[in-house]
């Protein structure tokens, strides 16, 4: 069938001059008119919509009917048209089929631009002549503009739920482009509660075309307005929102980061609590991308705070939630692990990411050791193979440090370290104290990791010499040791620290001896915070364990030694 054949030049112009007659003249005989007519009008519209999607571009349809803009125009004017559902339906539609894509030409990017704005007037019309027809239908003009938006977002969502039944690229026309049109007419409404539900729709819709499946101004409107609270969405399309735009996902991120750093160093239950509520663990477990992205934010931010230890406790405590998501993921729908830490080496990944829960306690000890000992080997093989190619900017080991940053993730074995390194005679120390040092100085960027493996262990003599027989000034060299000494290759007070907290938990020194040990080393050091913050954390840590009802009394009591307050 030809085109003309569907919808001639004079059918067009008959209506045309119908229209304006109408357009012109507000009396009770053109309404009735229009009743009279209106079937038919439904008629020539559906002719119209046909005549528009056969046309290979908006171009081409106006230069056939030239007269085709200016009657759609004038029909949106017309209050008695506009307010018929079918009627309504079948305008956007001949506007959807207009709207182009990827405007070819400075009238086709003209037409886009009206059709926004008449999508939009039709949405929000408060003309003189709406005003006369809810006064004679005796409707509110706020309850018929919701009528008349609720309408036409149901009618849209309709069509954008409609789906694929075959590839786009061997049809002509497809839901997916009636879908990106549908998107571009969103984007004055994307702020409105109403237009969430269509919004939702179109962001999880599965698309087939290979081309952009919606507009980047619905994509980019919608994320504004997300960011700004403007819109509540559900959580799968949040999670959709940020699969399609990954600018919103970065910024959901930061803001995380933002927030979380600071409860890591004052309350870290708060910073557990927040990432309970976060969407982002759960998107991570369903779409292996975003987790890649939400990685590749944290593995930057490290490179530059290594030693940030708030930092690594976000991160920690972000895979940790991750995990669990993961976990309850269905089977078949599960993506191999190696698929979500590519960078990471293979021998340490299932080690590092099998959490102490699910493994017998009495395989921590020969764990532990094996992953100390890999770890050990990767640093050592890779500083030998790069120290002749590295430049004078010492660039760092990537190797190295994905191994590193895995363990920054899976901190729950530094923990396990800590604990076992308490019970562990002194010529069995090395291993658990590597990984210690490791944790806080992942390469010897200025570091000195060997020199200050030395320095570790020295501090570990001290403290375990403490919860044994303190000496009269054991307190005060310990505390010398937590202040950086100048000149002098020193590792992280934190990580000293840590050997102090664990001695304090995990030995058998009752607590009152415990408490007057800490509290005398932690005060001298003006560390009192810090220790607050590892205790805080570790009494998190331990809270799975098979231990958890006589260690959380215990770390519980050496916080509140330590801040009353809190």
Same mark, same amino acid.
């Given at each position: ?35 009279? /007519? ?10 119209? =919509? ?10 081409? %349809?106006?230069?056939?009917?030239? &007269?085709?803009?200016?009657? @759609? ?59 006369? @027809? ?6 509110? $003009?706020?309850?018929? /503009? ?10 849209? =969502?309709?069509?954008?739920?409609? %789906? ?14 009636? %879908? ?23 962001? =999880? ?43 919103? &996902? ?78 309850? =993921? ?20 299932? $080690? ?7 493994? $017998? +306690?009495?395989?921590?000890?020969? /764990? ?73 100085? $992942? ?34 060299? @310990? ?29 058998? @020194? ?12 932690? +005060? ?37 030694? &330590?801040?009353?307050?809190?």
């Amino acid at each position: 069938m030809s085109d003309t054949e569907v919808v001639d030049v004079q059918e067009l112009g008959r209506w045309l001059h119908t229209v304006k007659t109408w357009d012109q003249t507000d009396s009770t005989k053109t309404h009735k008119d229009i009743c009279l /007519h209106l079937r038919p009008m439904r008629d020539f519209l559906h002719k119209l =919509q046909t005549y528009i999607n056969g046309m290979k571009s908006t171009a081409d %349809a106006m230069k056939k009917l030239p &007269l085709l803009g200016q009657f @759609l125009g004038r029909v949106c004017w017309i209050p008695h048209i506009t307010a018929d559902g079918t009627s309504r339906a079948l305008l956007f539609q001949c506007l959807w089929g207009l709207y182009s894509e990827e405007p070819q030409n400075a009238m086709e990017a003209k037409a886009n631009q009206w059709i926004r704005k008449t999508l939009c007037r039709l949405t929000t019309d408060e003309e003189d002549t709406a005003q006369t @027809l809810m006064t004679r239908l005796g409707v509110p $003009p706020a309850e018929y /503009h919701l009528k008349v938006l609720r309408k036409m977002l149901a009618r849209l =969502q309709e069509h954008a739920e409609t %789906a694929c039944t075959i590839p786009c690229d061997m049809i002509q026309s497809c839901p997916c482009d009636t %879908a990106r049109a549908i998107s571009e007419a969103c984007v004055p409404l994307v702020a409105r509660p109403e237009a969430a539900s269509l919004i939702g729709a179109l962001l =999880q819709r599965p698309f087939t075309s290979v081309k952009a499946p919606l507009s980047e101004d619905f994509i980019h409107a919608v994320g504004s307005a997300y960011s700004c609270r403007l819109v509540s969405l559900e959580v799968p399309a949040v999670v959709s929102l940020w699969w399609h735009s990954l600018s919103s &996902l970065e910024e959901a991120v930061l803001s995380l980061m933002e927030q979380g750093l600071s409860y890591c160093h004052s309350a870290p239950h708060k910073l557990q609590q927040l990432l309970t509520d976060s969407i982002l663990p759960k998107a991570c477990a369903q779409h292996c991308s975003i987790f890649l992205v939400v990685n590749d934010i944290f593995r930057c931010a490290l490179k530059q705070k290594e030693e940030n230890y708030s930092l690594k406790c976000l991160v920690k405590t972000f895979t940790t939630h991750f995990l669990r998501e993961l976990a309850v =993921q269905e089977q078949r729908k599960r993506v191999p692990l190696k698929a979500y830490f590519p960078q990471a080496p293979r021998c340490v990944l299932l $080690p590092l990411l099998t959490p102490p829960s699910e493994m $017998p +306690e009495d395989a921590w000890r020969d /764990h532990v050791k094996w992953l100390s000992g890999s770890l050990r080997r990767l640093a050592e093989q890779e500083e030998e193979e790069d120290e002749e190619a590295r430049d004078a900017t010492n660039r760092g080991l990537p190797l190295v440090f994905e191994a590193w940053f895995l363990l920054v993730g899976c901190s729950h074995w530094v923990d396990v370290a800590l604990q076992l390194l308490v019970a562990s005679k002194d010529t069995d120390c090395d291993p658990f104290l590597w990984l210690l040092t490791f944790y806080h100085h $992942p390469t010897n960027r200025g570091h000195h990791r060997d020199q200050m493996q030395v320095v570790c262990r020295e501090a570990w003599g001290r403290v375990r010499g403490l919860f044994a027989a303190p000496p009269a000034d054991g307190c005060q060299i @310990l505390a010398a040791l937590l202040s950086p000494q100048p000149q002098q290759p020193s590792p992280a007070p934190v990580s000293i620290l840590r050997l102090l907290l664990s001695s304090a938990v995990f030995s058998p @020194l009752p607590l009152s001896g415990s408490t007057g040990i800490l509290l005398t080393v932690v +005060e001298r050091s003006g560390l009192t915070d810090e220790a607050a913050c590892v205790l805080s954390s570790l009494e998190i840590s331990v809270g799975g364990g098979g231990h958890a009802h006589t260690l959380q009394p215990r770390i519980t009591a050496l916080r509140q030694a &330590l801040a009353p307050s809190t």
